[in-house]
T-cell receptor, first 110, second 114 residues
Framework: TQLLEQSPQFLSIQEGENLTVYCNSS?????LQWYRQEPGEGPVLLVT?????EVKKLKRLTFQFGDARKDSSLHITAAQPGDTGLYLC??????????FGGGTRLMVKP | NAGVTQTPKFRILKIGQSMTLQCTQD?????MYWYRQDPGMGLKLIYY???????DKGEVPNGYNVSRSTTEDFPLRLELAAPSQTSVYFC?????????????FGQGTRLTVV
């Protein structure tokens, strides 16, 4: 059983569609990060959210941290083929190491 | 900046063989980590280190060993390779612990045990 559950596990959509990826837990985190991983590469940090209810935007990507700091979502508007990859959420509890979710594999078809 | 460098990128081992996965970082980070990533899955923490001379077990340490003699290097040792250790291994480093700091990853080592 993973501490962080991501859904959906796989998502295949057409270019221009919107999508939301979820990261849920029963534990409270001091902060939560989202990474994107492309084939053959290591994960790269997209954003860190630290305050309950916080919303951050990165171009077409919108990240939200739940009010109770137990969950987060990533929304992509007008997805493009370049958004294809594995999206990982990672949570940190005070003093502990990062715990990663199982990932959401996104494929955006042209 | 080189960041985090892992070698080798690919390796095939026979059951029972041993090998060392190398990891080095040039960012003077105190914290270093080894993760494994099974196909289509997230990352599981094998071992981590909070500084030279200090290591500790993560979520899945069995079958592995680490050492941290310098700040820069954090090698991962497999003593008796088993098929269950077929995976992609990632080394990472952070300036601080926890989530308020970016984790920098190497490009990974793809290991197959046959």
């Amino acid at each position: 059983t993973q501490l962080l559950e991501q859904s959906p596990q796989f998502l295949s959509i057409q270019e221009g569609e919107n999508l939301t990826v979820y990261c849920n837990s029963s534990s409270v985190f001091s902060s939560l990060q989202w990474y994107r991983q492309e084939p053959g590469e290591g994960p790269v940090l997209l954003v860190t959210v630290v305050t309950g209810g916080e919303v951050k935007k990165l171009k077409r990507l919108t990240f939200q941290f739940g009010d109770a700091r137990k969950d987060s979502s990533l929304h992509i508007t007008a997805a493009q083929p370049g958004d294809t990859g594995l999206y990982l959420c990672a949570g940190a509890r005070a003093g502990n190491m990062l715990t990663f979710g199982g990932g959401t594999r996104l494929m955006v078809k042209p | 900046n080189a960041g985090v460098t892992q070698t080798p990128k690919f390796r095939i081992l026979k059951i029972g063989q041993s090998m060392t996965l190398q990891c080095t970082q040039d960012m003077n980070h105190n914290y270093m980590y080894w993760y494994r990533q099974d196909p289509g899955m997230g990352l599981k923490l094998i071992y981590y280190s909070v500084g030279a001379g200090i290591t500790d077990k993560g979520e899945v340490p069995n079958g592995y060993n680490v050492s941290r003699s310098t700040t820069e290097d954090f090698p991962l040792r497999l003593e008796l390779a088993a098929p269950s250790q077929t995976s992609v291994y990632f080394c990472a480093s952070t300036y601080l612990t926890g989530g308020n700091t970016e984790a920098f990853f190497g490009q990974g080592t793809r290991l197959t045990v046959v």
